[in-house]
């Protein structure tokens, strides 16, 4: 079946710090990969996505790379700020496993000013 | 335009009690998700709904969990005999063809249920 597994938080960094929250996964058949992003008080949110091996998803000044050799799907921010202090969930849908999202734990992100 | 809806945004039942949740999913969305996101058990995915298809129902967790999708739109998930364990928030989600896996899952600001 499908799994993803992601560093348990909660990670806490200064601003203009970088970030790194590593995600990994297990898939039957081709996935494509998702960041969620859930800020304090509000919905579920897609940050960026990648559907094919060494695709770049960005958005924000967030980046996440396709690695099907490590199956892995790494977030990366050069300089965080305030603002971005969040719940991250990495995620993969394929097609073979019923079209639904599969999550992992989440990680929380606190920056300090 | 108009996002993912749910109603109730919270509601506190008593153990025992059925609850009808809410989703109104964005216009021309033809597949619709439930999730619950709960401490114990993160985010989870329930059933999955595409266009007249026979519903995906294989991640609801008892025969007390059931849902329906009237007229390919809103969709109703009910949960009958509600015990505290269904405490969680859930979430409802919509996406254009949900055949196409790279297809953006909107999601809806979710119901936070609590059963006492």
């Known amino acids: 079946g499908n799994s993803v597994t992601q560093m348990e938080g909660p990670v806490t960094l200064s601003e203009e710090a970088f970030l790194t929250i590593n995600c990994t996964y297990t898939?039957?058949?081709?996935?494509?990969l998702f960041w969620y992003v859930q800020y304090p008080g509000e919905g579920l949110q897609l940050l960026l996505k990648?559907?094919?091996?060494?695709d770049k998803g960005s958005n924000k000044g967030f980046e996440a790379t396709y690695r099907k050799e490590t199956t892995s799907f790494h977030l990366e921010k050069g300089s965080v700020q305030v603002s971005d202090s969040a719940v991250y969930f990495c995620?993969?849908?394929?097609?073979?496993?019923?079209?639904?999202?599969?999550f992992g734990g989440g990680t929380r992100l606190m920056v300090k000013p | 335009g108009a996002g993912v809806s749910q109603s109730p945004s919270n509601k506190v039942t008593e153990k025992g009690k059925d609850v009808e949740l809410r989703c109104d999913p964005i216009?021309?969305?033809?597949?619709l998700y439930w999730y619950r996101q709960s401490l114990g058990q993160g985010l989870e995915f329930l059933i999955y709904?595409?266009?007249?298809?026979?519903?995906?129902k294989s991640g609801l967790p008892s025969d007390r969990f059931s849902a329906e999708r009237t007229g390919g739109s809103v969709s109703t998930l009910t949960i009958q005999r509600t015990q505290q364990e269904d405490s969680a928030v859930y979430l409802c989600?919509?996406?254009?063809?949900?055949?196409?896996?790279?297809?953006?899952?909107?999601f809806g600001p979710g119901t936070r249920l609590t059963v006492l």
């Open positions: 990648a559907t094919k091996a060494d």
């Open positions: 216009s021309g969305h033809t597949a």
């Open positions: 898939a039957t058949g081709y996935p494509s």
């Open positions: 989600a919509s996406s254009l063809e949900g055949t196409i896996s790279y297809n953006e899952q909107f």
């Open positions: 709904f595409q266009g007249n298809s026979a519903p995906d």
């Open positions: 995620a993969l849908r394929t097609l073979n496993a019923g079209n639904m999202l599969t």
